[in-house]
């Protein structure tokens, strides 16, 4: 695959991240070789070596401890050091971006590992590029699950492509209103709730004047956003005069 799409990010600056999944010694080269200009991974399966490692570096090589806050919102005192790693049965030596962390009334660090490029050495500024990876890991999430995508509808390859080209455009044009139209409460709602407050609404059909119209049922704090909306964007339609606008 990295040969595959090479063309991608040659000759141009890039920059790889990837999870666990990427840190066997076979992957950890091919993406060492593929080019990129920075690339970080993962490195949480075979970390006993690397732990024995870092635990053995002297107090001189770990900065001043700071005062940090993980994504849980624990509270942790946190060190960052480099080293280098050579697996076991293996040639390749790759530099290791070292976290050590812990929470008041721990009595003993916890690590965490950083694969990386040979260009860099600075190990906080390296793995703090690297969790921005969750950030857009987010994205995707709730694309995915917002829309229910995981799995393609069809067989054919063509159609799959079309579907997830409907459902992007459905994804933008829903993210496009909350930004656009919605009050600042509202900027966190995710898709499945974008979803419920703005496409499935209650509704019951009804004939008047036969003609066939839908009665939705709004909450009394959406009214005034409703009318607004209205007044916008169907008004405007109903009185345009064919062919002029």
């Not at 067989?155 to 994804?171: G, H, K, P, Q, V």
Request: net charge positive.
């Amino acid at each position: 695959m990295l040969q595959r799409h090479r063309p991608f990010w040659q000759d141009r600056a890039s920059d790889f991240l990837a999870d666990s999944g990427s840190s066997s010694v076979a992957y950890l080269q091919a993406i060492d070789g593929a080019g990129f200009t920075h690339w970080s991974v993962s490195y949480n399966k075979w970390t006993t070596v690397p732990e024995r490692t870092a635990a053995a570096l002297p107090e001189s090589v770990w900065p001043a401890a700071r005062q940090t806050t993980w994504r849980d919102g624990t509270a942790v005192t946190e060190q960052h050091a480099g080293l280098r790693h050579t697996p076991e049965n293996s040639q390749f030596t790759f530099p290791l971006a070292v976290a050590r962390g812990k929470q008041d009334d721990d009595l003993f660090w916890r690590y965490a590992f950083v694969a990386h490029d040979q260009r860099r050495s600075d190990a906080e500024a390296i793995l703090a590029r690297h969790r921005l990876k969750g950030g857009k890991e987010q994205l995707f999430k709730e694309v995915l699950r917002g829309l229910d995508l995981h799995h393609p509808p069809c067989e054919s390859l063509t159609a799959n492509r079309m579907f997830y080209a409907l459902a992007a455009l459905a994804y933008n044009l829903m993210k496009a209103v909350q930004l656009i139209c919605l009050p600042d409460e509202c900027q966190s709602w995710t898709v499945p709730t974008l979803l419920k407050q703005m496409v499935r609404l209650p509704a019951t059909l009804v004939r008047h004047a036969r003609r066939l119209g839908a009665r939705v049922a709004v909450a009394a704090s959406w009214l005034n956003w409703w009318r607004t909306w209205e007044t916008r964007w169907w008004r405007a339609a109903a009185t345009a005069v064919p062919g002029t606008g």
